[in-house]
Nanobody, 115 residues
Framework: QVQLVESGGGLVQSGGSLRLSCVAS????????MGWYRQAPGKQRELVAT???????SYADSVKGRFTVSRDNAKNTVYLQMDSLKPEDTAVYYC?????????WGRGTQVTVSS
């Protein structure tokens, strides 16, 4: 059974940093794409950043220059380094991983940025 487990969320002041991690287990295959989405209260889930197997990345305009996504294929792990955090970054952050058969989601980790 494939599982994605996030960690690293928490409460931080505006301007601070957090690093999220997501470890995938239960598969011998490498995810073609891994990334992060977020959902704030009352809003739809939105893309934050993704990275493909060989390193290409994409970011939401709202986080460009502040967030960095990376991955360790050997460990089936994806990271999200979040710097210069803003109150509007407050959300539940979900890890996402894509295999040919389907897309998988973690349960999410809360990130709260106080002003």
């Amino acid at each position: 059974q494939v599982q994605l487990v996030e960690s690293g969320g928490g409460l931080v002041q505006s301007g601070g940093s957090l690093r999220l991690s997501c470890v995938a287990s239960g598969t011998i295959f490498t995810f073609s794409e891994m990334g992060w989405y977020r959902q704030a209260p009352g809003k739809q889930r939105e893309l934050v950043a993704t990275t493909r197997t060989y390193g290409s990345t994409s970011y939401a305009d709202s986080v460009k220059g502040r967030f960095t996504v990376s991955r360790d294929n050997a460990k089936n792990t994806v990271y999200l380094q979040m710097d210069s955090l803003k109150p509007e970054d407050t959300a539940v952050y979900y890890c996402n991983g894509q295999l040919p058969s389907r897309t998988y989601w973690g349960r999410g980790t809360q990130v709260t940025v106080s002003s």
